[in-house]
């Protein structure tokens, strides 16, 4: 096949559930030839699931975890957007808190967790901060970047028209740099779903972060580890999945380029 | 051409811009004076890189001279202003907007339906009926420098500075495009300043032609065009106002 050829529909759907099978049996047959008592094969994970599901632990998990991400994710995006739209309208105000911003920005949140139980206890509130830091940063810098590249036809058309500072913010600068905007808010949820499993680790006794660590310590129990990962894989997927629908939306089509 | 009694439209007197980057200081416009009257279409030529465009965003508000001023109406122009709007090419429009919110975009301050009753007008006046709904990444450029203009229409200006507005599309495209502009101003009557690098361009369109020196830019030679619309682009009188131009430009007309 060509890489130029359009696939087609079958191909389309065959191919990546051909490849997601064998990937399955590699699993399978490598835990039954080497004989490990510790990994587990595939079906046992998906007993571990059913167990699980059983006992109600996955729902009221997956429950807790999608609520800390959503909280920590919206309190980033109610601060982060405000604050990164104001920098790129203010050059000078970025001037001022770039640097701090950028020594802040490479911080990995896990770094955070002593300040963070120290500021908030151990529980939820931690979680949610520790989630928090991870999404607030890339949403700063997208809104940076999206306001400081609109052109400035558009500012100038703006102006032409009379628009007020505020009215030309919100009926210009900010649908301009929408675009940027939403990369970075899709790129800001990825890494609150990644920072979610750290934060449930060390901070709280429910989620499915929680349930990797709490697997493994009370009883090596790995079918329930795995089975945790694969849940935060497939949770995962389906969030950007989401999100990618945002960018066909046609007031917002017209600045994201269609890569994957 | 009747000129208002009261004193032309536009006086731009003694402009003088100096550009400063990086310590160094480069002169565009050189002591350049112009009067435009009421309703006239003066078109404006130079050479590539000569400062038409720094011309014309200093009359529209949006670069302050070095010295000298604009005045429109006997005011002193200080900003950009919605009673004169700027066109650039199909650059300009909001691509997050379909046609219809682009038309709609500077009527903010009016009622909703005649808001509506505006935008179908000016679609329909620039021939754009049928794709109200639509955004502008499924547009022609042709059709996106309508949208831009029924914009500008849209809030009644009196004076719209149209900067090499259809630079960029193709020559048919170009050629039908000059017909329609004529064919409004016709019907509104406004002010039209008209920058463009094409001298049978500025020919075919203007009341005067303004002809514009290398950098840093003088205004060399006002040409009136006395023929009227529609104009024969054979005749002789066209071709001699024309080919005076080339030789005004120092361009031999021969390839």
Known sequence: ?260 | MERAAAGPKLSARHITTVFQSDGKSTPVLDDVNLEVGQGEFLCIVGPSGCGKSTLLSTIAGFLSPTSGEVRIDGEAVSGPDPRRIFVFQERGVFPWLTVEGNIEFGLFSLSRPERRQRVAHYIKMVGLEGFEKAYPAELSGGMKQRVEVARALAVNPDMLFLDEPFGALDSITRLIMRGELLRIWEAERNTIIFVTHDIDEAVQLGDRVAVMSDRPAKIQQIVDIDIPHPRDLSAPRYLELRNGIFKQLGLAHKV
Request: contains cysteine.
């Open chain 1, 1 to 260: 096949m060509s890489s130029l050829a359009q696939p087609k529909k079958w191909e389309k759907l065959f191919w990546p559930v051909l490849a997601s099978a064998l990937f399955l049996a590699l699993w399978h047959y490598t835990a039954v030839w080497t004989a490990t008592k510790v990994f587990p094969s595939p079906l046992a994970v998906e007993k571990g699931l059913a167990e699980l599901a059983r006992k109600g632990l996955l729902w009221a998990y997956i429950g807790d975890s999608l609520r800390r991400v959503a909280l920590g994710f919206a309190a980033a995006a109610a601060l982060g957007i405000p604050l990164g739209l104001t920098l790129g309208w203010y050059p000078a105000a970025n001037q001022t808190l770039n640097p701090l911003l950028q020594i802040l920005r490479p911080i990995s949140p896990i770094a955070w967790i002593p300040v963070a139980i120290i500021l908030f206890g151990v529980g939820d509130a931690t979680a949610v901060f520790l989630i928090f830091l991870g999404a607030f940063f890339p949403i700063v810098v997208a809104c940076v970047s999206g306001v400081s590249n609109v052109p400035s036809v558009f500012r100038r058309a703006g102006r032409n028209f009379g628009l007020t500072p505020l009215q030309l913010l919100a009926k210009v600068i900010f649908p301009a740099a929408l675009p940027q905007i939403i990369i970075g808010l899709r790129i800001s949820l990825g890494i609150a779903w990644l920072v979610m499993v750290a934060a449930e680790m060390i901070a709280v006794d429910s989620g499915l972060g929680y349930l990797v660590i709490d697997a493994r310590n009370s009883g090596k129990r790995y079918d329930l580890v795995v089975a945790a990962m694969l849940v935060i894989g497939v949770i995962g997927l389906a969030l950007d999945l989401g999100f990618r629908r945002i960018r066909d939306i046609p007031s917002v089509r017209w600045g994201v380029r269609h890569e994957s």
